[in-house]
């Protein structure tokens, strides 16, 4: 009898236990989802059911968004993108597609080593471009990150979008634990809205064509702002306690360089007063690293909205940018 019991205690257990992707495509808010899809954009709903009860909800994605690199103090951050073996594969990659770099600062105005730097940070250089499925990411994320749900299922559409019209297999795509892909690690909004036929093929092609990514990053730079020939940043340093004020998690430029001077905020550089900036705090092992970053500065955090990250593709490319010129 004791046995039995337990038996069906552990029977109860199971169901209870089942694989949550098993009915994934059933719960209300997927379906939701897929009706919407189907009204909005005329997809079959027989095809967006099977599509979604093939995806699974990832752990490790979850676990993965949790901690982000852009979580750690600068001075470990910076160790991860300043190495030399990244930095020697720049100048390689700057070698390599000279020609292409060349055409895209002519036509976008963004400097060759900007965009190394970018791909360099993003993929090193398109040698490791993600293994999750996107399907799964950006699913685990639109309905299991509420954090960040709206954002997930908004590119979880702009993705079934892109397959459709690239021609490509859903369940096949792979990429980041976020949803990136390519080369350059685009977002699929990002691929819709800002890839480009760099080579002129007729297709475009971030994963695979060079062409194409160093096109698209650059075309992505120049939608978003970026000033041919103008600073990026330079460092500064403080005096008394008035600038702590100004600190904040804002990125976009805010304050004039004359302003800033007036705040206790000084540096080496012979610009406009006119000329609007953003003081940022970086963390060292031993006290504070402080910078002004400028409008092309504010463009690289439109990639990742991320000071760190801005700060350490500015860096790479300074590095890359030592031995090629």
Do not use: C
């Not at 599509?51 to 600068?74: K, N, V």
């Not at 960040?148 to 859903?170: C, H, I, N, V, Y």
């Not at 970086?282 to 700060?311: C, K, P």
């Amino acid at each position: 009898m004791k046995s039995n019991f337990k038996l069906s205690i552990i029977l109860i257990t199971l169901l209870f236990i089942q694989p949550v992707s098993a009915e994934l495509h059933q719960e209300e808010d997927v379906q939701e989802f897929i009706n919407e899809m189907v009204t909005k954009h005329g997809f079959d709903k027989s095809r967006l059911d099977t599509i979604f009860s093939r995806a699974s909800i990832s752990q490790s994605i979850l676990d993965a968004i949790s901690r982000p690199a852009e979580a750690m103090p600068w001075h470990k951050y910076r160790k991860i993108f300043l190495r030399n073996d990244r930095i020697n594969l720049g100048r390689k990659f700057i070698e390599s597609n000279r020609e292409l770099l060349d055409k895209a600062e002519a036509g976008y105005g963004v400097p060759p080593h900007i965009i190394a730097a970018i791909i360099g940070i993003e993929t090193r250089y398109g040698g490791n471009k993600g293994s999750y499925k996107v399907l799964d990411s950006l699913v685990t994320l639109g309905f299991r990150y509420p954090k960040r749900a709206k954002f997930f299922r908004s590119e979880l559409e702009q993705f079934l979008l892109l397959t459709q019209e690239q021609g490509l297999d859903p369940l096949e795509v792979t990429g980041s634990y976020a949803g990136a892909m390519g080369i350059p690690q685009f977002i699929s909004s990002s691929y819709r809205h800002y890839a480009v036929d760099f080579d002129g093929d007729g297709h475009i092609d971030i994963w695979e064509n060079s062409a194409d990514a160093i096109g698209s990053v650059a075309n992505y730079f120049k939608v978003h702002g970026w000033k041919k020939g103008q600073d990026i940043t330079f460092k500064a340093t403080v005096s008394g306690d008035t600038f702590e004020s100004i600190l904040n998690s804002s990125l976009e430029p805010d304050r004039t360089l004359v302003e800033y001077s007036e705040l206790g905020v000084s540096f080496n550089k012979n610009l406009s007063g006119d000329l609007k900036g953003k003081l940022l705090k970086y963390e060292q092992e031993n006290g504070n690293d402080y910078w002004i970053g400028l409008d092309n500065f504010y463009v690289i955090t439109r990639y990742n909205h991320s000071s760190l990250y801005a700060m350490a593709v500015y860096q790479l490319a300074m590095e890359i940018i030592q031995a090629d010129y």
